[in-house]
């Protein structure tokens, strides 16, 4: 794959993010998702890469722009064939409300290689390199945490798992303050939160809990570029997500997903620009002069590399996708 397509991404995603950055702690989270989808698609029109979403913002009558199945970018005879992954931002509400760990994020991987998942929940387990192979979701949690407390060379009371702040956590939770190990908890954004899991100084050590599918596989595409472990399994709330899952091909809804369900390959580029600031990246920084200055992580599967780009932004002579 093009490498030039890696340093592309991140245009993509911070079009995302100084578009949607602006409605900070406004409260209207449908506004701030709008906005980073307006310029998302916009700076996908200037790519050179005949791509199809296969994970977006909901089916063509759902959603305007970035839709599921909808063509992205200036194909030529030429052009790479693509599945797109996005989440113009994930953490709506985050950035409504003002607070942490919102991020822009794009996935990409050659045509057929990123699981199509429908728009419902899974239940996800997420860790670092350090503890590939080393844990499964099958397992009970006492073993599981076990297992990493080895991997890791760690005491159990030193292990952070965090989990999304819900009320369908509340077992989990309990179950891991039985077994000594520490808790954190976050409020929105889980593909944030499950590439934590490969930075020491995110402090985070696993992921587990029950959040969207979508997310599940943009996540397993950053993770599959670090060298760490995703496994989800789709959770169906009832009989018409279950046939809905069957439309799309995925028949037994009660199959473990491993990385190569999820996103196939090695070819595969991922990128995220934060949006408020958090634990993996800085959110937008607005100075005088009508400036800004993003913050961004960009990787690829095939070499392993992760490059954390800073830019300067001069609002003023940026294109409307900017503006």
Not at 23 to 36: I, S, V
Request: charged share 25%; aromatic share 4%; net charge neutral.
């Amino acid at each position: 794959m093009d490498r030039n397509l890696a340093l592309n991404l991140i245009r993509v995603t911070e079009a995302a993010t100084l578009n949607s950055a602006r409605y900070l702690g406004r409260g209207d989270k449908n506004l701030a998702d709008q906005a980073a989808v307006n310029g998302m698609r916009k700076m996908f029109d200037t790519l050179a890469i005949d791509g199809v979403v296969v994970i977006g913002e909901g089916e063509m009558d759902e959603a305007p722009m970035l839709y599921i199945g909808e063509q992205i970018g200036k194909a030529t005879p030429g052009s790479i064939k693509l599945d797109i992954a996005v989440d113009p931002l994930d953490g709506t509400n985050a950035v409504a409300n003002g607070d942490a760990n919102a991020i822009s994020v794009v996935a990409v991987a050659p045509r057929g290689c990123l699981l199509h998942a429908p728009d419902m929940y899974m239940d996800k387990i997420a860790v670092g390199p350090k503890a590939k192979g080393k844990v499964n979701l099958d397992m009970p949690i006492d073993k599981t945490l076990k297992n990493l407390s080895k991997a890791l060379n760690k005491n159990i009371s030193d292990i952070t798992v965090t989990t999304l702040d819900r009320p369908r956590h509340e077992e989990l939770i309990q179950k891991v303050r039985n077994i000594g190990a520490r808790i954190k908890l976050f409020k929105d954004g889980d593909v944030a939160a499950a590439i934590a899991t490969c930075f020491d100084h995110s402090g985070v050590d696993i992921l587990l809990g029950t959040g969207g599918a979508p997310e599940g596989v943009i996540a397993a595409a950053a993770l599959k570029c670090m060298g760490g472990e995703f496994q989800g399994r789709l959770h169906p709330m009832n009989d018409e997500e279950k046939e809905r899952c069957k439309e799309m091909g995925l028949c037994d809804v009660n199959k473990l997903l491993t990385m190569e369900d999820l996103a196939k390959g090695k070819e595969i580029v991922f990128a995220a620009t934060g949006v408020t600031n958090g634990e993996l990246l800085k959110g937008v920084v607005y100075y005088g002069n009508n400036r800004a200055k993003t913050y961004s992580v960009v990787m690829r599967a095939e070499t392993g590399t992760i490059r954390f780009v800073e830019a300067i932004h001069r609002m003023d002579k940026k294109p409307k996708y900017a503006k």
